[in-house]
């Protein structure tokens, strides 16, 4: 149901930075959570970070005190601040979104990260 869409990736070099947005369909002010998630290719996909209703994180052991997700409820957007990228950071990043509690999961396409000299 909710339309997410993302951007801002690109290529960076290790030690860089780059900010992702996710642009919603929806209010996401009244979301039940809203999250980045990874995949590289032969990895499984894994959680990077997550935003609840009340502005509540979690984060991945691998990116604490590198990443950081925030929200900009009047342009129904997140996003994901990225620095110090490392080459194992490289994946394609997907936005997730879940309205309700129980409600239907919701994935964006994805914007693809590369960390590289």
């Known amino acids: 149901q909710v339309k997410l869409v993302e951007s801002g990736g690109g290529l960076v070099q290790p030690g860089g930075s780059l900010r992702l947005s996710c642009a919603a369909s929806g209010s996401i002010g009244s979301f039940y959570v809203m999250g980045w998630y990874r995949q590289a290719p032969g990895n499984q996909r894994e959680l990077v970070a997550t935003?609840?209703?009340?502005?509540?994180?979690d984060y991945a052991d691998s990116v604490k005190g590198r990443f950081t997700i925030s929200r900009d409820n009047a342009k129904n957007t997140v996003y994901l601040q990225m620095n110090s990228l490392k080459p194992e950071d490289t994946a394609v990043y997907l936005c997730n979104a879940r309205q309700s509690r129980f409600g239907i999961s919701n994935w964006g396409q994805g914007t693809q990260v590369t960390v590289s000299s």
């Open positions: 935003m609840n209703s009340g502005g509540g994180t």
